[in-house]
């Protein structure tokens, strides 16, 4: 599938309020064709030194975007972890085996609230992992257009700038993801022979929501991120996911439905 379809299709499946935050690849796209397609001009020109620079300060706008949004993102994400670390131990002590006035039923009906919060709470946080990927995919493929296109020498200088910015640099989105499976593993345990069950029920409770959004997300980064005849060291390293029968799952169940 060509980048622009991919982009397209992963703005679709995303959040609502998340669409308009990614790469603006058709328009950066049809830039590039205007540029190269003009009079031909001396490399080192002021003609050509104009719409380079030009060309750099859109793509500088972009970034300046994906930060925004990102940061904005990651902040949000960091108190709603402590929230849910919060309600879990307000719901034990309340009515947890040890309370003062212990209630299974209580216990259980909040409890499954809260892991249903957790759940589109790792989603979205997969998202935005998702998020990172692709708009540095698009910005790297947009400077190789460019560089072709235009004979430039874009790419590299300026992806060495893109590896530093808030939006590529996911380590404390990661690490939130990992604390929340390994929420779900403690405060949630599935006995072996129940994870078949429970998969099937997280799929009949979720399956309309953001977890099978954050499902088609992870397909499409280990498909972008998978190493091919065209890997360069501008492409981002090979993504290895865990087996699951959750994920052919979700490849059978279309189109998907965005639901928050």
């Not at 750099?56 to 993102?73: H, P």
């Given at each position: 599938m060509k980048f622009g379809k991919r982009l397209k299709q992963q703005v679709q499946e995303t959040l609502p309020d998340w669409r308009d935050k990614f790469l603006s690849y058709k328009e950066l796209k049809k830039l590039v064709r205007l540029i190269s397609s003009a009079p031909p001009f001396l490399n080192g020109s002021s003609e050509y030194g104009k719409s380079e620079a030009e060309f750099?300060?859109?793509?500088?706008?972009?970034?300046?975007?994906?930060?925004?949004?990102?940061?904005?993102?990651e902040e949000d994400f960091i108190i709603r972890h402590e929230e849910l670390k919060q309600r879990i131990q307000k719901v034990i002590d309340a009515w947890g085996p040890s309370a003062s006035q212990p209630s299974e039923a209580e216990y259980k009906e909040e409890m499954g609230k809260i892991r249903k919060d957790i759940v589109n709470f790792h989603g979205e946080m997969v998202l935005l992992e998702n998020y990172s990927n692709i708009n540095y995919t698009g910005l790297a493929k947009i400077l190789k257009k460019y560089d072709k296109r235009t004979g430039g020498l874009l790419r590299l200088a300026f992806i060495q700038k893109v590896l530093e910015q808030p939006f590529f640099i996911t380590d404390?989105?990661?690490?939130?993801?990992?604390?929340?499976?390994?929420?779900?593993?403690?405060?949630?345990?599935?006995?072996?022979?129940?994870?078949?069950?429970?998969?099937?029920?997280?799929?009949?409770?979720?399956?309309?929501?953001?977890?099978?959004?954050?499902?088609?997300?992870?397909?499409?980064?280990?498909?972008?991120?998978?190493?091919?005849?065209?890997?360069?060291?501008f492409s981002l390293p090979p993504l290895n996911l865990p087996d699951s029968d959750l994920i052919p799952s979700f490849q059978l169940n279309s189109p998907i439905s965005i639901v928050r």
């Open positions: 750099v300060r859109l793509l500088d706008c972009e970034i300046d975007k994906f930060n925004a949004f990102f940061m904005e993102q404390l989105v990661s690490k939130l993801v990992k604390q929340c499976e390994n929420m779900i593993d403690a405060v949630f345990p599935v006995e072996a022979e129940e994870k078949g069950k429970e998969g099937r029920e997280t799929i009949t409770v979720a399956g309309e929501g953001i977890f099978r959004n954050a499902i088609a997300a992870l397909m499409t980064m280990k498909e972008i991120r998978r190493g091919s005849s065209t890997y360069s060291h």
